[in-house]
């Protein structure tokens, strides 16, 4: 048989980087294959898919080496942001567009499209805006459009990276419902899941290389599981400091590293806040369905605390009350003891830091290097230069000085954005899914430095829908959830995987 | 969503409006903008069903430009100016190309402009779903704005001039937005926007005979109705 793709001797270099970012990657992918790229984020995996995809160097900018056959007629592609995929105003448009350009007669597609959209499900959004939809809903459109192609080949790049643990359950569902004879190229971070859809893994070396793999996760990158990543250190003996008295496991024995919170000065306290949405049409006085009813919350010098809810809960509309986003009609918020409506805009916005969902929102500057700088400018040159590659070093971003915030990775943003937020000191730090996008390995490297903030004595809040990486990470875990917070039960451990 | 209230094809009001405008545009009289004012209105009737509560506030609002126009003309007359018509010209002018423009705007869903671009007058596909997703993309920098303002705000301590934030804010925007864009064309490569021979389109947006007679009419009209004002001696020509 034929393979629908061949790769021998590949190399790719992206425009105005100095070193490949692939090289001498051999592969040969056959009809039915459904493989796993796998790799630490920035290795290439995603060039890889999009060079197999055949639209690098087509319209990515870059220099390709080696022999590159591409065998297959019809090839669709579900990317990672779900946004950004969306090119018309329905979602049966939506699902056709591929159709459409390949001059399909429009009732057959018609007809193709519904049966996609009831095989997944969401026939009921036929006539809905995609961007109207949640995010997983707008991913399992997208995939609905690379189905109702009938692809030789579909190429997935981490298409649940911004999706919570239920909505990518429902993407990988969906995956059931491919023919036999489609061939799938995946890169994703859930190994485990991904071990359900894939018969081989290849991983991308750090040297731009392909190799066999397999799907067990390696300390860095795992299938999303707690417990994978635990076994991982384990067999190493290289967790990170604060791994020990975190690693939840279900015994009931306390470890003599757990922290009493209570007698820590309170950073944030939240008091009776509540929150209703103003009725269609109505004065704000005038208030429709309750989103939360009389919170109370406390973030403690030195303490992170995670909330945890499903999407809609109002994880992000409580983020923006405290941040003064949206107003306080009800309840009380203090910041180092000051209640937010009563002081200056000046005092409130220097108690705290806010970094957004998108980490691009926080972005002023055209390299690394000055983004970094704008924070140093109230101390001397030389010191500030000092500084600033201190602060690049320590946040892993020395050899990105140069890049342009918005062509770092996802997990490089994140960290830059860290890394800005960590030279501006401030007692509290609210973050809004800071996991977004990220692979395991980033994420790892995220738990650090957000220690790192609370060991300066920092309080940090975080919403995420992560709730492995809330349990791992924070001191306290709050839920979110029909408009009540309720604290999660933590089990301290004394087992440890080292 | 806005959905599409128009009865005629959105290329085929565009070109009845655009009759109904050029008048206007050439005179300086009070009598052509009430007469095309009234035309328009009509046109609207017969093009499509609009939402009268959101063209009277919208109009309203937008004349408001018209009004100050107006006192601006009766408060300083120019020399040997009657500023009062002067004013009462200029605001009926104003407001008629306000209500024309608004009526085209509230009657035609954008994208079946753009539809009917593509279909009925072969803008390029690729050109064309660029336009879409740039549509798209406009509540997205709505949203993406009050983040960005907001975040900068915390990150600078809300300290600074309020223009240097705004441009701060404009450029990560447009940065981000440039982003966007390139992300949203590959989807579009990736699904083939370019590989395309003969493209079809399951919503389909067609010039029929009824949208031929219907702007022959526009034509005649707005001819006629010219010519009558013409002959009445009322008509005033001035440009700007």
């Keep these: 048989m034929n393979p629908l793709i061949r790769l021998n001797q590949v190399g790719f270099r992206y425009r105005g980087a100095k070193a490949p970012i692939l090289r001498g990657v051999n592969l040969i992918i056959r009809r039915g294959d459904r493989i796993l790229l796998r790799g630490r984020s920035g290795s290439g995996k995603s060039s890889l898919l999009l060079i197999l995809a055949g639209l690098a160097p087509e319209y990515v900018t870059g220099e390709i080496w080696g022999e590159r056959e591409l065998g297959y007629h019809r090839r669709a592609v579900v990317l990672q942001n779900p946004e950004a995929q969306v090119v018309t105003p329905t979602v049966e448009e939506e699902v056709a567009f591929a159709l459409e350009n390949q001059g399909k007669d429009p009732v057959w597609i018609r007809r193709r499209v519904r049966q996609t959209l009831e095989a997944l499900g969401i026939a009921h959004l036929s006539a809905r805006h995609p961007l109207s939809l949640s995010g997983g809903e707008c991913q399992r459109v997208s995939l609905a459009a690379a189905i109702a192609m009938e692809p030789d080949v579909l190429f997935l790049d981490e298409p649940t990276s911004y999706l919570d643990e239920d909505s990518s359950q429902k993407f990988f569902q969906a995956l059931e419902l491919l023919h036999p004879e489609t061939s799938l190229v995946m890169v994703e971070h859930r190994l485990e899941a991904a071990s359900r859809v894939c018969q081989k893994a290849f991983r991308v070396q750090e040297d731009g290389s392909l190799l066999e793999s397999d799907f067990t996760p390696e300390q860095g990158e795992s299938g999303g599981s707690y417990g994978e990543i635990a076994m991982a250190w384990g067999r190493k003996g290289d967790a990170p400091a604060g791994w020990k008295h975190r690693l939840k496991v279900g015994t009931s024995k306390r470890s003599k590293d757990f922290k009493d919170w209570t007698g820590r000065v309170p950073i944030l306290t939240i008091e009776g806040l509540s929150h209703q949405w103003p009725q269609n049409g109505k004065q704000p006085s005038e208030m429709g369905t309750v989103l939360f009813h009389d919170l109370h919350l406390t973030v403690r010098a030195g303490e992170m605390v995670a909330l945890l809810g499903p999407s809609g809960a109002g994880k992000t509309t409580l983020l923006g009350k405290i941040s003064g986003r949206l107003p306080i009609e009800k309840g009380r918020v203090f910041i180092e003891g000051k209640d937010i409506v009563t002081i200056s805009k000046e005092t409130f916005y220097s108690l705290f830091m806010l970094i957004p969902q998108n980490p691009e929102h926080m972005f002023l500057s055209e390299t690394v290097r000055e983004e970094l700088s704008t924070v140093q400018k109230s101390i001397d040159r030389a010191d500030a230069q000092l500084e600033m590659e201190r602060i690049a070093e320590r946040f892993g971003l020395t050899h990105r000085l140069e890049a342009h915030p918005f062509r770092l990775s996802e997990g490089e943003k994140r960290r830059l954005n860290l890394a800005v937020a960590f030279q501006i000191k401030r007692p509290l730090y609210l973050l809004d899914e800071p996991t977004y996008g990220l692979d395991e390995h980033a994420k790892i490297l995220l738990r650090k430095d957000l220690q790192s903030l609370t060991e300066e004595g920092a309080g940090v809040l975080f919403v995420t829908h992560d709730k492995g990486f809330a349990e791992t990470t924070a001191d306290t875990v709050y839920t979110l959830k029909d408009g009540q917070l309720i604290r999660e039960v933590k089990h301290e451990p004394i087992c440890c995987p080292a | ?240």
């Design chain 2, 1 to 240: 969503m806005n959905r599409s209230a128009a009865r005629r094809n959105p290329l085929a009001i565009l070109l009845v409006t655009l009759f109904l405008l050029i008048p206007v545009l050439l005179s300086f009289d009070p009598i052509t903008p009430v007469v095309f004012f009234c035309l328009g209105i009509v046109n609207l009737a017969i093009a499509g069903r609009v939402n009268i509560q959101k063209y009277l506030l919208t109009v309203g609002i937008l004349s408001g430009v018209g009004v100050g126009l107006f006192l601006l003309n009766v408060l300083f007359p120019a020399n040997g100016m009657n500023g009062f018509q002067r004013g009462v010209t200029v605001f009926l002018r104003s407001t008629t190309l306000v209500s024309l423009s608004v009526g085209y705007i509230l009657l035609v869903d954008p994208y079946d402009l753009i539809r009917s671009l593509m279909q009925n007058l072969r803008l390029s596909p690729r050109i064309g779903f660029a336009l879409f997703a740039g549509w798209n993309v406009i509540p997205l920098l709505k949203r993406d704005l009050e983040i960005i303002r907001h975040t900068h705000a915390v990150r600078f301590g809300g300290v600074g001039k309020p223009f240097k934030g705004f441009l701060r804010g404009a450029v990560t925007l447009l940065s981000g937005a440039v982003r966007h864009g390139e992300r949203v064309s590959l989807s579009m490569a990736a699904r083939g926007i370019d590989e395309m021979n003969n493209r079809t389109f399951i919503k389909t947006i067609q010039w029929t005979w009824k949208d031929t007679i219907y702007c022959f009419m526009g034509f005649g009209v707005t001819v006629g109705a010219f010519l009558l004002i013409l002959q009445s001696g009322q008509f005033v020509f001035e440009l700007g």
